[in-house]
Nanobody
Framework: QVRLVESGGGLVPPGGSLRLSCVVS????????MGWYRQAPGQQRDLVGT???????RYNDSVKGRFTISRDNAKSSVYLQMNSLTPEDTAVYYC???????????????WGQGTQVNVSA
C-alpha cells in the first residue's frame, strides 16, 4: 500500500521558520501531483500548496511569498519550507499524493497522518 510519512513539525515563535518533509513509499512517485494541506481545530482542511508532475506550483493566497513547496523525485519526497510564520499558521499539516496516471491508479488520493505545527511566543 502507498504510505506517506510527514515530519518536521513543532513549536516555533512568530516570525520563525520550519521545513516539513513527506516521504512516499512508492516507486512511481513521479506520476503523482503532490500537495500540502492544513487543518486547524474546528476548521475544514484547506489547501496550502500543490506541485504537479511538470513542476507547476499553486499556493493558497494566505501563504504566498512565505511558503515554498518543492519535490525530489529521486527521494520520493515533497517539502514545505515555511518562513515568516504567524499564529494563524498553527494547524496540523497533511501531505497528499494524487495519482495523475493510469499506472498508479489514476485520480486516487493518498494522505499522511499529519504533523503538528504550533506558532506561539
Amino acid at each position: 500500500q502507498v504510505r506517506l510519512v510527514e515530519s518536521g513539525g513543532g513549536l516555533v515563535p512568530p516570525g520563525g521558520s520550519l521545513r516539513l518533509s513527506c516521504v512516499v513509499s512508492v516507486i512511481d512517485f513521479s506520476l503523482h501531483r503532490m500537495g500540502w494541506y492544513r487543518q486547524a481545530p474546528g476548521q475544514q482542511r484547506d489547501l496550502v500548496g500543490t506541485i504537479s508532475r511538470s513542476g507547476t506550483i499553486r499556493y493558497n493566497d494566505s501563504v504566498k511569498g512565505r511558503f515554498t513547496i518543492s519535490r525530489d523525485n529521486a527521494k520520493s519526497s515533497v517539502y514545505l519550507q515555511m518562513n515568516s510564520l504567524t499564529p494563524e499558521d498553527t494547524a496540523v499539516y497533511y501531505c497528499q499524493a494524487l495519482c495523475q496516471n493510469y499506472l498508479c491508479r489514476l485520480g486516487h488520493e493518498y494522505w499522511g497522518q499529519g504533523t503538528q505545527v504550533n506558532v506561539s511566543a
